[in-house]
């Protein structure tokens, strides 16, 4: 599979959750409270991969100008929208224009992506580095859903993202989450 399909394929998955998080968000009950870990969960671990294999892999190119600052703040926008989200469904009405908020942005960054971002990296990788990405970044989803939940790694992967490709194994080796954690 390539990274395209790999991301798309994510893409619309969040996009069904979103409909249903739009929904559970105006019914009586507790069924948005899974539906939203579901999504919380998933886009953590999508936005790290995507981060560490897709865009450093464009950064090395020419072609990514303009584009990754753009993703990466628009990844950092809609983590702190999920989280606050996650707090507690307050007042009602104010819940639900949050979620309509967050679903307005994540459907405008998942365009984007698909459209500026891809067409750029269509004419920086070949087909097989494509592949060789789409097989990468299903790795480190795995790898990061498995403990990225938290604030601390989180932030440390977005942090790791953001350094030139060279520094950033020694940044995540010095940078352990537990380091900052009280004893
Ligand atoms: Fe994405
Ligand atoms: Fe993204």
């Not at 891809?118 to 580095?129: G, I, L, N, T, V």
């Not at 097989?135 to 480190?140: D, H, S, T, V």
């Not at 601390?152 to 537990?178: Q, Y």
């Amino acid at each position: 599979m390539t990274i395209y399909d790999a991301l798309s394929n994510d893409h619309r998955e969040f996009e069904r959750l979103l409909d249903a998080l739009l929904a559970a968000s105006k019914a009586d009950d507790d069924s948005w409270k899974s539906t939203l870990d579901q999504l919380r969960r998933g886009l953590i671990a999508h936005a790290h991969a995507e981060e560490a294999v897709f865009y450093n892999a464009l950064r090395e190119t020419d072609q990514g100008d303009g584009l990754i600052g753009h993703s990466y703040g628009e990844h950092v926008m809609a983590e702190a929208e999920i989280r606050t989200l996650g707090g507690a469904k307050l007042v009602d009405a104010n819940w639900t224009s949050l979620v309509e908020k967050l679903r307005k942005d994540l459907l405008h960054h998942i365009r984007e992506e698909e459209t500026r971002v891809f067409d750029a990296a269509r004419r920086a990788f070949s087909d097989e580095e494509a592949t060789q990405m789409g097989a990468a970044f299903e790795r480190l989803k795995l790898e990061t859903a498995k403990d990225g939940d938290s604030m601390v790694a989180s932030t440390i992967d977005l942090i790791a993202n953001l350094l030139p490709p060279r520094l950033t194994a020694s940044f995540r080796k010095n940078t352990k989450p537990g380091q900052w954690r009280a004893a």
